[in-house]
């Protein structure tokens, strides 16, 4: 897909269903342009390039505030790994559309981050919805995942409180 322009701040705030404290709900978008073969002749977007757009725009956000997937996988041998999705269809893409997706913080917990995704065209319309929940997981040496808690680096990244403040507070 055909980058445009990326942007992500802190849009609003609420109270974390897991922790109790206030996190800053943090909000990345990405333009794209639906590419040859994304979708059928109907403009019917195939499943698994919906969830690649925002797979791209969260990798593109780390690598943006720092902290590259690549990084995190070769250096400290940890990843956001996916634990749930749950998208929908919503309305037809096709070939040569520009469309916005967008990530929107909306819960972390210990060890993992949930984010609300919709990718729109830039007329407003929406394309397609959905939650996306990533849980942090160190690489153990016989390449198993082990989830582990969320350093604090990254959750200050997030906008979100660190594990000293949320066992304090």
């Given at each position: 897909?055909?980058l ?12 974390s ?21 994304e ?28 902290y590259?997937?690549?990084e995190?996988?070769e ?14 269809f ?11 997706t967008?990530l ?35 690489i ?26 949320a066992?304090?507070?």
């Amino acid at each position: 897909t055909g980058l445009f322009y990326h942007l992500f701040h802190r849009a609003s705030s609420r109270v974390s269903a897991d922790t109790g404290f206030v996190i800053f709900m943090l909000v990345y978008t990405r333009q794209i342009t639906v590419e040859w073969g994304e979708s059928d002749p109907f403009g019917l977007v195939y499943f698994p390039r919906m969830l690649a757009w925002f797979n791209d725009a969260e990798h593109e956000f780390f690598a943006q505030a720092g902290y590259p997937v690549k990084e995190m996988i070769e250096k400290d041998r940890t990843a956001f790994v996916m634990g749930r999705i749950q998208f929908e269809f919503v309305g037809p893409a096709a070939y040569g559309d520009r469309i916005l997706t967008r990530l929107k913080l909306v819960d972390i917990s210990n060890s993992t981050l949930k984010w609300e995704c919709t990718a729109n065209h830039l007329s407003g319309s929406l394309v397609t919805q959905g939650t996306a929940t990533r849980v942090y997981a160190e690489i153990q040496d016989n390449g198993e995942l082990k989830a582990i808690a969320i350093p604090n680096r990254i959750r200050e990244m997030l906008g979100a409180p660190t594990l000293d403040e949320a066992s304090s507070g």
